[in-house]
């Protein structure tokens, strides 16, 4: 790897040690080898001779830039960047002014117009970029931390490509370390210290970088040559973690949490639960989930589930943290161990279904109300069958549905917990109506 010089010719300002260990070969990319490796897409995009418009999405720090600056200098193209977080219309207009230039030059040259955080674009900032996309004028390359899907504008998002660039590994990072390593200004790290670096990185060779980069100052004020494990966590303290709270890694890991319980797992519930709090989700976010699992995975096979989850949210607001996020934790056990049924969510969903795409029908004079005298002489409650005066409180054959849906079924109670109880209820109150309608 050609590794940059580290002050500029002209003054000694120091180059940061993640730009003087830019890759600057396609060889020299640490990680995403899913995309990069012998044959596979990216890869095959850079020898096709032809750039073509991408979205490059991923987490921090695992070399969407490096990617797309990689590109350009492949097809000696003019290389634009646009910050979505700095930038906005002006710089839009900027770009596409010099890629006019480059075209129309006296030696034509291509242009790849990068935008960095491109879902921080609104609707029309997006759209701004279309016609020159489709005209040709340039290649676009955005970078996104978000799911393009939502964040992307659907007209923008037909015309790239999209690539999913991944979190790097322990191994990627360690490869990294090495490289960093092996800079005069960059001390060397045990073993330990090594692993904890890596860990501290969590996936991001920027973080990892940057941090090596405090480290190495460090080092170097105290004298030091070589970076023990216990100096380094004098310096840096606890290991922290990225935190995406309201991006996809937060939601991936929400998502986590809650298929552990609907899959009956409790150790993994927990562990994803740890997750969430250990990066910084607020818990009382947390306890409010554990009340919608409750209600949609468990419902009536174990109705203290709910009762649960909304103890384990008072406990909480009452003790705080972390005393508060135990009863997080118990309760996130509870639910995975209880019996599971989404009867009720479905039933449901389906009525709800029904009801939008149905009419308003009337409801039945034997259940309408009839608080006057007039409403009695229209008939409204005749009939009606009191059912806590009929054996075993039940009035068999009356009908509390609409005309048209008398037959209608929402609720199918699963054999597993109180509903197998329920279950066996419901089927026999439903033979008896049937028993008396056929003897109607």
């Not at 009340?291 to 949210?313: F, H, Q, S, T």
């Not at 109506?433 to 056929?438: G, L, V």
């Amino acid at each position: 790897m050609t590794a940059a010089r580290q002050s500029s010719p002209n003054g000694g300002r120091r180059i940061p040690l993640a730009q003087r260990l830019r890759p600057q070969t396609l060889g020299d990319v640490v990680g995403q080898r899913h995309l990069l490796g012998d044959g596979l897409p990216l890869r095959l995009a850079f020898e096709s001779g032809q750039p073509h418009s991408c979205i490059l999405w991923g987490p921090p720090g695992v070399g969407k830039t490096t990617i797309a600056q990689l590109m350009a200098h492949t097809f000696d193209a003019q290389f634009i960047a646009i910050s979505a977080v700095l930038g906005g219309v002006k710089d839009i207009r900027e770009a596409v002014e010099r890629a006019q230039e480059a075209v129309q030059g006296l030696v034509p040259r291509a242009t790849l117009v990068f935008v960095d955080e491109v879902h921080r674009f609104n609707k029309s900032q997006q759209d701004a970029f279309l016609p020159h996309v489709e005209s040709g004028l340039f290649t676009f390359i955005g970078a996104t931390t978000e799911n393009p899907s939502f964040e992307v504008n659907s007209a923008l998002l037909s015309r790239a490509a999209v690539y999913v660039l991944k979190a790097l590994s322990s191994d990627d990072l360690h490869d990294l370390l090495a490289r960093a390593c092996a800079q005069p200004d960059v001390p060397a790290c045990d073993e330990e210290a090594s692993a904890r670096l890596v860990r501290h990185a969590d996936g991001d060779a920027r973080r990892l970088l940057n941090t090596l980069e405090v480290v190495a100052v460090s080092a170097t004020q105290q004298q030091i040559t070589q970076v023990s494990d216990t100096w380094l966590m004098g310096l840096l303290g606890e290991t922290l973690r990225r935190s995406d709270k309201g991006g996809d890694i937060f939601y991936d890991t929400m998502s986590a949490l809650h298929k552990s319980v609907r899959g009956s797992d409790p150790d993994a519930a927990l562990y994803w639960l740890v997750r969430l709090l250990d990066g910084g989700t607020d818990p009382r976010y947390v306890a409010r989930r554990l009340i919608r699992m409750a209600n949609e995975d468990i419902g009536l096979a174990d109705p203290r589930a709910l009762r649960a989850a909304l103890d384990a949210n008072e406990v909480y607001e009452r003790l705080g943290s972390p005393e508060g996020e135990l009863a997080l934790a118990q309760c996130a056990i509870y639910l995975a161990v209880a019996p599971k049924s989404n009867a009720a969510y479905v039933a449901y969903k389906a009525a709800n279904a029904l009801v939008k795409t149905d009419g308003s029908r009337p409801v039945p004079l034997h259940l309408r109300n009839a608080p006057t005298a007039l409403m009695k002489t229209l008939d409204h409650g005749a009939g009606y069958r009191y059912a806590h005066d009929e054996p075993d409180g039940f009035a068999a054959g009356e009908v509390y549905l609409p005309e048209g849906l008398t037959t209608q079924t929402f609720y199918q109670p699963v054999e597993r917990g109180l509903e197998i109880k329920i279950r066996e209820r419901l089927l026999a109150l439903r033979a008896r109506n049937r028993a008396e309608t056929n003897r109607n």
